[in-house]
């Protein structure tokens, strides 16, 4: 496409992005277009737009806080920090979970997420801040 | 999940529905334009679909948005030209050539399936090389009806004033003139760009 068709192509995409929405309104009228039946049809979108919106920063959120727990158990794995280790032996031992969890040394960061699943990562995070105050 | 999505989802969070409600509205016409009037109707989609397959695609990493390119909103009409574009040309391959109706909408085959979004901002556009160009376009316009008004705006982007608002500031006018002027201009366009090269 030459400058000048990108120019012109700008200079509309412009008027577009930038006029007054009551002008694009009036005009989407008088061009036939039922703009209240839309404006339905957009407010139903929206709702599910803000819904996958948030499930998105909610997952994020999650996996944040997820990847924050398994390395503060890490830590206190390595350096030997007593009631964090006493919590994860306390999970291990409540769900009564196979042999590979019970030696701590050699857990990998997916092991710790298996160990924790179906807590509240909250409640969790929580309590691991507490037990290093 | 890709870090473009969770900008477009910050982004979402940040406008409000009334907010949003203008965006979709703005890109509906827009792609009123692009698709024509004649019907509602492309291949079982409406206009509107396309508008909320942007969004779709946007906060699903299908587009990702290089905010370092361009603003968000110009991501978006960015993506919908694109979306258009490839919906023309899928049109256009399969129409058998003798059905061709020679619907004044060719020149929308002109613009360029991009292949990763860059929004329609780009340093390139920033120069006319080519004034000779410009002036068989200014002759084109005149001899095709153009007001004096269609002609400034014409002139306005070729000092590169785009907003709406700016060119009704810099010629003194209100805004809906430089609407309904920029209409007709478009209209124009769309007959005068196959003999722009």
Redesign the interface.
Known sequence: ?????????????????????E???K??EE?G?D?AK??A???N??KR??F???A??T??NH?ALLDRIVEKFQDAINRNIEKPIATLINLVETKQMSVQFRNLDKLTPEEIKEIIKGKNLVDLMDELDNEES | MDKSSREVADVFSSYTIDQLNGLVLRMRAFAKKRLGDYNDNHNGQQKLDFVFNVFQKALTDIRKWDKDKCDFENFLFGVLKSEISAYHEKAKRRKPPEEEDGSDESYILDIPVYSEEVGHDDLLFDEIDNKKLKENYVTLLKDSGASDLEMLIFECWCENIYKPSEISDFLEIDTTEVYNAVKRLERRKSKLNSQVK
């Open positions: 496409m030459s400058n000048l068709k990108n120019k012109i192509d700008k200079g509309i995409t412009e008027f577009y992005l930038n006029s007054d929405i002008l694009i309104k005009s989407l061009e277009v703009v839309e404006s049809e957009i407010s979108f929206l737009l803000k996958t919106q948030t998105i920063v997952q994020e996996q």
